[in-house]
């Protein structure tokens, strides 16, 4: 029987601290410190019995708000390569899904942090721009801030990597994501060996890029390839972008000329992934504007996602009848990804909104910029609350004085 994730039996995730996982979403901290194998064993037994692992629940949840996970995602490649290589994959009609060893079909390598830009939304968890800031900050916000856990487990190298795809010659989907795939020392000779071994036709290789540099090698390489993701990350245009990316890229001047070359590839299939946070509820319109005046006519996609963690930069932080002021910015039954977002922000329920203000209090202190400046529309939600303590019917007292304007740099 055909469990309900097939993703431990046939993914592989390396993440940042050395683990590997079955998937990105996977959520290891529940699992101590026992060794990669016994959390993939743990894992299949659950799947087996119907049980949901406790690392898996989170993902399902998303899948639950969002119509889509890397489970639904997973099962439709599975199709798509059936079709088109069937001899290659008619092994899965039969394949027995049992308390095994792997047989890798989907391989994330995303255990570099090598980043060029510090994002609020961020961490170092997925960059290394952030680890001196996030470990100071844990000294004076230890409630909002954890101290850099990377590289808790010995990471694969490269040589190990290019071992696993010589051993799995039915390893076909290829993920790049956190850091910055293109400064991820594994991404050209992976795809070198690829070449090298002839299985550029039946790969998919999939890259998430902040957009801010390309190398030459890239383009030279990939158009050998039969099929190539590029997911943009955009959250937003104009000062918001530069606030919420760091300061140092220009979107018009810096972004879209690399984008545009990427369009240019034949073989390229191109997704803007819009991660929604309490900062960019009222820039969703402005964000698909800007896709919109790119003029992609084919092979082209937006989606959303929601900021998992930090918790304090959760949209849900944000009283209701806030993001209903953003909801009715959005048209209706102009674009159904418009209409979910809509959906997500009339979402019922309101988090900790002291948890988001102090947050941002602290990061503009810490990274500059000016919170106020950047998103006018926050002061008289912030004034409004620091003249009451009770949000929605709960005492909340802060735990840190909050000021009406936050401090110009």
């Known amino acids: 029987m055909k469990p309900l994730c097939r993703l431990p039996w046939h993914g592989l995730f390396l993440s940042p601290d050395g683990r590997q996982l079955p998937c990105c979403t996977f959520k290891s901290q529940s699992y101590g410190e026992i060794n990669s194998q016994q959390i993939l064993k743990s894992v299949q037994i659950?799947?087996?019995n119907n049980k949901i692992p406790s690392?898996?629940?989170s993902c399902l949840a998303k899948e639950k708000r969002l119509g889509r996970s890397l489970r639904t995602q997973f099962d439709q490649h599975l199709i798509m390569q059936r079709q088109t290589h069937p001899k290659n994959y008619q092994f899965l009609d039969d394949f027995k899904y049992t308390e095994s060893s792997p047989y890798l079909l989907q391989i994330d390598i995303s255990d570099s942090t090598n980043c060029n830009l510090k994002c609020r939304f961020c961490g170092s968890h997925a960059s290394n721009q952030w680890e001196n800031d996030q470990n100071e900050l844990a000294e004076t916000h230890p409630k909002l801030f954890k101290k850099s856990t990377k590289n808790l487990f010995a990471k694969m190298t490269t040589s190990e990597v290019l071992s696993l795809i010589e051993q799995n010659p039915n390893?076909?989907?290829?993920?790049?994501?956190?850091?910055?795939p293109f400064l991820n020392p594994k991404l050209k000779p992976i795809l070198q060996r690829l070449i090298e071994l002839d299985r550029q036709d039946q790969c998919i290789i999939d890259i998430t890029t902040n957009g801010t540099w390309v190398p030459q090698w890239f383009f030279d390489i990939i158009p050998l390839f039969s099929w190539v993701n590029i997911n943009i990350s955009l959250e937003g245009t104009g000062q918001t972008y530069q606030y919420l990316r760091g300061g140092k890229f220009d979107l018009e001047r810096d972004i879209k000329p690399n984008l545009?070359?990427?369009?240019?590839l034949k073989n390229g299939f191109f997704c803007f992934h819009v991660l929604l946070s309490a900062f960019n509820?009222?820039?969703?319109?402005?964000?698909y504007e800007w896709i919109q005046s790119l003029k992609l006519q084919k092979n082209f996609k937006w989606q959303l996602g929601l900021v998992q963690a930090p918790k304090a930069l959760s949209l849900y932080n944000l009283p209701l009848q806030f993001r209903q002021q953003a909801a009715n910015l959005i048209p209706t039954?102009?674009?159904?990804?418009l209409d979910q977002a809509r959906a997500l922000l009339l979402v019922q329920g309101t988090g900790n909104l002291h948890d988001f203000f102090e947050y941002v209090q602290a990061l503009d202190q810490k990274q500059g910029g000016d919170f106020l400046v950047t998103f006018p529309y926050f002061k008289d939600l912030l004034e409004s609350f620091n003249q009451s303590s009770d949000l929605n019917g709960k005492e909340e007292p802060p735990s840190a004085p909050l000021t009406a304007s936050f401090p110009n740099r």
């Open 46 to 48: 659950d799947f087996l």
């Open 55 to 57: 690392g898996c629940k």
């Open 171 to 180: 390893l076909y989907h290829f993920q790049f994501r956190g850091g910055e």
């Open 260 to 264: 545009q070359k990427l369009f240019e």
């Open 281 to 287: 509820i009222f820039e969703i319109i402005p964000t």
């Open 333 to 337: 039954g102009e674009d159904p990804i």
